[in-house]
């Protein structure tokens, strides 16, 4: 099983450009997760999904998107990239609410 | 408003010594705590957890402590090698919030 893996691993781009970020999980969980940690602060959960076909917010949503087609799959998108959102961006995986969490390698991406 | 607190951002300690680290929480609801190790250019990975039913659980070289009365978790790691070398992060699911994590606290052990 290759768990949780993340595309692309580095990125830089322009002020008003987008992106989507790749996520995919092969443990066939239900729940996933989106999270950015901004350096010396913890995670911030940005979106997650419950289901294929059910996403919600976290606490900071703005200025990102998502959708869940597939089980597997989780792409974030960043819509009009802003130097505020340079930052480390880890998605996960769970089998229910309560429990650990298993996160990819993550997405170092920067706004310049 | 954090809701899981890591006040000490740093710990340095000896190989072979005891490391504590500490997490606080404001929210008494909160009935179920997990640390998390994170390397650099490297997600985090799950460590530990404990349930407000315990006030402690222990594996292997790591134990985690629960004082609900004081809102406060400390997580041993006895002995303590070059490899426990990572930020740990003290995380709590939170209402409608799958989980809330604290800063972090990055951990040096000294060979």
């Known amino acids: 099983n290759a768990g949780v893996t993340q595309t692309p691993k580095f990125r830089i781009l322009k002020i008003g450009q987008s992106m989507t970020l790749q996520c995919t999980q092969d443990?066939?969980?239900?729940?996933m997760y989106w999270y950015r940690q901004d350096p010396g602060m913890g995670l911030k959960l940005i979106y997650y999904?419950?289901?294929?076909?059910?996403?919600d917010k976290g606490e900071v949503p703005n200025g990102y998107n998502v959708s869940r087609s597939t089980t597997e799959d989780f792409p974030l998108r960043l819509e009009l990239a802003a130097p505020s959102q340079t930052s480390v961006y880890f998605c996960?995986?769970?089998?229910?609410?309560?429990?650990?969490?298993?996160f990819g390698p993550g997405t170092r991406l920067t706004v310049t | 408003d954090q809701q899981v607190k890591q006040n000490s951002p740093s710990l340095s300690v000896q190989e072979g010594r005891i490391s504590i680290l500490n997490c606080d929480y404001t929210?008494?609801?909160?009935?179920?705590f997990l640390w998390y190790k994170k390397y650099p250019a490297e997600g985090p990975t799950f460590l530990i957890s404990?349930?407000?039913?315990?006030d402690k659980n222990e594996d292997g070289r790591f134990t985690v402590f629960l004082n609900k009365s004081a809102k406060h978790l400390s997580l041993h790691i006895v002995p303590s090698q070059p490899g426990d070398s990572a930020v740990y992060f003290c995380?709590?699911?939170?209402?409608?919030?799958?989980?809330?994590f604290g800063k972090g606290t990055r951990l040096s052990v000294i060979a």
């Open positions: 443990m066939n969980h239900n729940y």
């Open positions: 404990i349930s407000s039913i315990k």
């Open positions: 929210n008494s609801m909160f009935d179920y």
């Open positions: 995380a709590a699911p939170s209402g409608n919030t799958p989980l809330v």
């Open positions: 996960a995986s769970s089998e229910g609410t309560v429990g650990s969490q298993y």
């Open positions: 999904s419950v289901g294929a076909g059910i996403t």
